[in-house]
């Protein structure tokens, strides 16, 4: 089946600096989207991405889908405390209505 | 809007016993999944439903029937719990299956521990 390989597992930074995590595919998505889940919620869309190549920022985060259709990375620009949490990636593929998540970033951030 | 709204947050079970999970939606959504989380595995997808009347499979569906009489409510059941289905699950759900199915909105969770 299709799977998502995330990566890294976990990040420890300092408050100020970037951050990039990655998602590949054994297969091609349509699309791509990135997700924030706080501890004890549910996960919230941070940015969805529809087309190949495709570059789309919100805030401090810009994320890419791949021109190969099986890959899509997010960055954090310049963290602060409240970015602390798990960072999912999820594709989908056109007419299945199925969403398959990574395995989830887990960020921390020290002030 | 309440959104998505999930009961209970919280349930024991023993090794067995069957329950529901409920789901319900204000937002007249098409779509609604449920998932279930565990450490170091995501979310995994275990049953969608594209509209009432119509459900299929994920990839962790056995164990566990769905079904979707109405558009509002998707209600997870588990036929006969075993300590592996200890998880947090969640609902969700989004406006138009097709392009747009990834948009979720996720309910808080529900966490289910067997015993």
């Known amino acids: 089946g299709q799977q998502l390989n995330q990566s890294p597992q976990s990040m420890f930074i300092q408050e100020g600096e970037d951050v990039s995590m990655n998602c590949t595919s054994s297969?091609?998505?349509?699309?791509w989207l990135w997700y924030k889940q706080d501890p004890g919620e549910g996960p919230v869309l941070l940015i969805a991405?529809?087309?190949?190549?495709e570059l789309t920022s919100n805030g401090r985060l810009t994320a890419q889908f791949g021109i190969t259709r099986k890959d899509s990375f997010l960055n954090i620009s310049a963290s602060i405390p409240s970015d602390v949490g798990i960072y999912f990636c999820?594709?989908?593929?056109?007419?299945?209505?199925?969403?398959?998540f990574g395995q989830g970033t887990t960020l921390q951030v020290k002030p | 809007n309440a959104g998505v709204t999930q009961t209970p947050k919280f349930q024991v079970l023993k090794t067995g016993q069957s329950m529901t999970l409920q789901c319900a939606q204000d937002?007249?959504?098409?779509?609604m999944s449920w998932y279930r989380q565990d450490p170091g595995m995501g979310l995994r997808l275990i049953h969608y439903?594209?509209?009432?009347?119509?459900?299929d499979q994920g990839e962790v569906p056995n164990g566990y029937n769905v079904s979707r009489s109405t558009t509002e409510d998707f209600p997870l059941r588990l036929l006969s719990a075993a300590p592996s289905q200890t998880s947090v699950y969640f609902c969700?759900?989004?406006?138009?299956?097709?392009?747009?199915?990834?948009?979720?909105?996720f309910g808080e969770g529900s966490r289910l521990t067997v015993l």
């Open positions: 969700a759900s989004s406006l138009l299956a097709g392009e747009n199915t990834g948009e979720l909105f």
């Open positions: 297969s091609i998505f349509n699309t």
């Open positions: 991405l529809y087309k190949a190549g």
């Open positions: 999820a594709g989908s593929s056109s007419n299945t209505g199925k969403l398959i």
């Open positions: 937002m007249n959504h098409e779509y």
């Open positions: 439903s594209v509209g009432a009347g119509i459900t």
